[in-house]
C-alpha cells in the first residue's frame, strides 16, 4: 500500500469517505475530500474521496426534493400514499448507495478506482481525464462493390448491332 504525505495509506481516505456516503454524512465526507486535496495531493485518492462525495451529494440532494415535494400533510389519505411512494423512491436509492459503496470499497482496497457509473466520469473530468472514444470498423462488415453486379440478364447479353 502506498503511503501519503502524512504516513496513511492512501486506499484509507477513500475507504473512509465511501463509508460517510453510506451514512449520509455530506459535510463530512466534503471535508475529507478538501483535506485530502490540500494535503495529500495525490490525484487518484483525491478522485476516489471526490466520488464518495458526489455520492452523498446525490443522496442528499434527492433527500431534499422528497422533502420539499411532500406538501400535502393537510390531506391525510394523499398523505399517506404519497409518503408511502417516496419512502419507496428513498429505499432504493438507499440500496443503489449501498451497492455502489459494497463496490467501490472492494475496488480500493484492490488499489484500482471504485469505478461508480456516472461519478467516476465526473470526478475523472475535474481532473481533466476525458476518455477518448475510439471507433472502429468491424472486419467484413462492409466491403464497397468495385463493379456494379451482374444479373443473369445481362451476362447473355445481345451483341451490338451495326
Known amino acids: 500500500m502506498q503511503k ?3 504516513g496513511i495509506c492512501l486506499p484509507f481516505y477513500a475507504i473512509v469517505g465511501l463509508i460517510l456516503a453510506l451514512l449520509g454524512q455530506t459535510l463530512l465526507c466534503g471535508l475529507l475530500m478538501g483535506f485530502v486535496i ?3 495531493k495525490d490525484e487518484w485518492t483525491s478522485r476516489q474521496t471526490m466520488q464518495a462525495f458526489f455520492l ?3 443522496v442528499s440532494v434527492v433527500s431534499y426534493i422528497l422533502d420539499v415535494l411532500n406538501i400535502t400533510r393537510e390531506i391525510p389519505l ?3 400514499a404519497l409518503n408511502t411512494v417516496f419512502g419507496v423512491i428513498e429505499g432504493v436509492v438507499g ?3 449501498l451497492i455502489f459503496v459494497i463496490i467501490g470499497l472492494t475496488r480500493v482496497v484492490k488499489g484500482r478506482d471504485a469505478g461508480i457509473p456516472v461519478l467516476s466520469k465526473l ?6 481525464i476525458v476518455e477518448q472514444k475510439v471507433y472502429t470498423q ?3 462488415s462492409y466491403q464497397a462493390p468495385s463493379q456494379p453486379p451482374v444479373s ?3 451476362s447473355q447479353s445481345n451483341p451490338p448491332q451495326q
Open 4 to 6: 501519503g504525505k502524512l
Open 38 to 40: 490540500v494535503a495529500e
Open 56 to 58: 452523498s451529494l446525490f
Open 78 to 80: 394523499v398523505n399517506v
Open 95 to 97: 440500496l443503489l448507495v
Open 123 to 128: 470526478a475523472n473530468r475535474a481532473f481533466g
Open 138 to 140: 468491424m472486419p467484413g
Open 152 to 154: 443473369p440478364q445481362n
